[in-house]
């Protein structure tokens, strides 16, 4: 599965045509923040396939003062208002771990919606500790590279997550994933769900194609 991430209406619709499974909705900045109530909204209405929705207050990194965090919460309200499917945040420590007790309560405040945790995952000290968090806290995704520059270089890491994570939890490798070595990445890693940026609708589809040929073409 295939999930997309997107940041406009036109990029969520060309993703889907493409044959994402899943988008992830972000606004503006390097690695996404909160797309507005009207975007979240309007993608919802259009779109088919299931949406998650980025809740970050801003770029930067992720650790949030009070009124931040106060912010996520309403985020996540609006989120369920616009009827997304799941929403996706982190948040860590001072110490770069996972913050437990305020994510358990973005975890209570989006429910019945899925819950995901971006990659402040892998900004955290201790890649086995973070998965403990996450599976105590009922998380239902990580979009993880496993603790490395790109998936393809966290692919031991993957792994590892998959099978400590078994059915509790799905792993989903992103950072740096394309077409042209996400076969590789599955095939080592055991994930069956991937994450590729397609803030730019041509180059995901471009990739989706190749995609396409690849899982045609016979194995030598």
């Given at each position: ?156 890491q993957l792994r590892t997550h998959c099978e400590r994570a078994g059915a ?29 940026r397609a803030t730019d609708p041509d180059v995901f589809a471009d990739a ?13």
């Amino acid at each position: 599965m295939v999930e997309a991430c997107v940041d406009s209406i036109e990029s969520a619709l060309a993703s889907e045509r493409a044959g994402a499974g899943r988008v992830e909705l972000c606004g503006p900045g390097v690695g996404g923040t909160t797309p507005s109530y009207g975007l979240m909204s309007r993608c919802r209405e259009r779109l088919h396939v299931p949406m998650h929705v980025m809740i970050r207050p801003r770029e930067g990194n992720f650790e949030y003062n009070d009124d931040e965090f106060e912010t996520m919460v309403k985020d996540i309200s609006a989120a369920r208002s616009a009827r997304a499917d799941g929403v996706v945040f982190g948040i860590l420590r001072d110490d770069g771990t996972l913050d437990e007790d305020r994510m358990r309560i973005l975890v209570e405040a989006a429910r019945p919606m899925r819950v995901a945790c971006h990659r402040a995952f892998d900004a955290t000290p201790n890649a086995t500790d973070a998965l403990d968090v996450v599976l105590r806290l009922g998380i239902d995704l990580v979009l993880t590279s496993g603790h490395a520059a790109t998936a393809v270089d966290g692919r031991a890491q993957l792994r590892t997550h998959c099978e400590r994570a078994g059915a509790r939890l799905t792993i989903m490798a992103g950072g740096g994933v394309r077409a042209s070595n996400l076969l590789d990445v599955v095939r080592d890693t055991g994930v069956h769900d991937v994450h590729i940026r397609a803030t730019d609708p041509d180059v995901f589809a471009d990739a989706m194609k190749q995609l396409g040929r690849q899982l045609t073409e016979p194995v030598s």
